[in-house]
C-alpha cells in the first residue's frame, strides 16, 4: 500500500484559511486520495476524495498535485469545530475500501 | 435514526475474559470494518467483511473473531482478553459500489482490560 506523509501538527486562527498538505510520492494511477477528520472523542468522518482534479464540496477543497505525489486539504475558513486530527488516505479503485490510516495532523484552531 | 451503531460504548473485563463488542448498521451496507485506535495513534484495521458470511483479516487480526451471519451485524469477539487489547474500537461499513471509498464510523468502544 502506497504510504502518505503529513505534519504530525499544524496551528490556524479562527476564520482564517488552512492548507493541510499531504505528500503520497509512491502513488499509484489507480489510488484515490481520501481525506477523512476525527474530532475529539468521535470517529472518523468522511471529508473528500479526489483522483486527479481539484475537488470542492461543503466541507473543503483538495488540490492535487499534477504529478499527484502530493495534495492539499483546504479549510477555506476555519472555525472552532474544525479543531481535530486530518488523515491523509490512499486507497486503490476496485478494492475492498480498506483504509489504511497514518498519523495525521493534528490541527489546532485558536480563537 | 439510520445509521451505525456499536455497543457497549464502555467496557471493563479482565485478562483472559471472553468479549463481544457489537456493531449494526440500518443502511444495508455490503463492507463492514472493525479498527482499533491505540492512545494518540491512528486507526488499525483488525477484520473486514464483504457480505453476510464472507470476512477476512486486516492489519492485526491476532487475538479477535468475527462473524456475520447478517448482514446488518459484524460482532467483534475477544475470546481470551489480554491488557494489549484496552483500546477504542471502531465500526465502519460502506456500501460495494464503485469509488469513492467512503466509509461510515460508527462512535467507538472504549475497552479496558485489566
Known amino acids: 500500500d502506497a504510504k502518505t506523509t503529513q505534519p504530525n501538527s499544524m496551528e490556524s486562527n479562527e476564520e482564517e484559511p488552512v492548507h493541510l498538505p499531504c505528500n503520497h510520492s509512491?502513488?499509484?494511477?489507480?489510488?484515490?486520495i481520501h481525506w477523512y477528520r476525527q474530532l475529539p472523542s468521535q470517529g472518523p468522518e468522511y471529508v473528500i476524495h479526489g483522483l486527479t482534479s481539484n475537488v470542492n464540496n461543503r466541507m473543503a477543497s483538495l488540490a492535487i498535485a499534477e504529478d499527484r505525489k502530493s495534495s492539499t486539504l483546504i479549510l477555506h475558513r476555519a472555525t472552532l469545530r474544525d479543531a481535530a486530527v486530518y488523515y491523509c488516505i490512499l486507497s486503490p479503485s476496485g478494492n475492498t475500501g480498506k483504509l489504511i490510516f497514518g498519523q495525521g495532523t493534528t490541527l489546532q484552531v485558536k480563537p | 435514526d439510520a445509521g451505525i451503531t456499536q455497543s457497549p460504548r464502555y467496557k471493563i473485563t479482565e485478562t483472559g475474559r471472553q468479549v463481544t463488542l457489537m456493531c449494526h448498521q440500518t443502511?444495508?451496507?455490503?463492507?463492514m470494518f472493525w479498527y482499533r485506535q491505540d492512545l494518540g495513534h491512528g486507526l488499525r484495521l483488525i477484520y473486514y467483511?464483504?457480505?453476510?458470511?464472507?470476512?477476512d483479516k486486516g492489519e492485526v487480526p491476532d487475538g479477535y473473531v468475527v462473524s456475520r451471519s447478517k448482514t446488518e451485524n459484524f460482532p467483534l469477539t475477544l475470546e481470551s482478553a489480554t491488557r494489549s487489547q484496552t483500546s477504542v474500537y471502531f465500526c465502519?461499513?460502506?456500501?460495494?459500489?464503485?469509488?469513492?471509498?467512503?466509509?461510515?464510523f460508527g462512535p467507538g468502544t472504549r475497552l479496558t482490560v485489566l
Open positions: 465502519a461499513s460502506r456500501v460495494v459500489l464503485a469509488p469513492p471509498n467512503e466509509q461510515f
Open positions: 467483511s464483504a457480505a453476510a458470511d464472507i470476512t
Open positions: 509512491t502513488i499509484s494511477g489507480t489510488d484515490y
Open positions: 443502511w444495508s451496507h455490503s463492507y
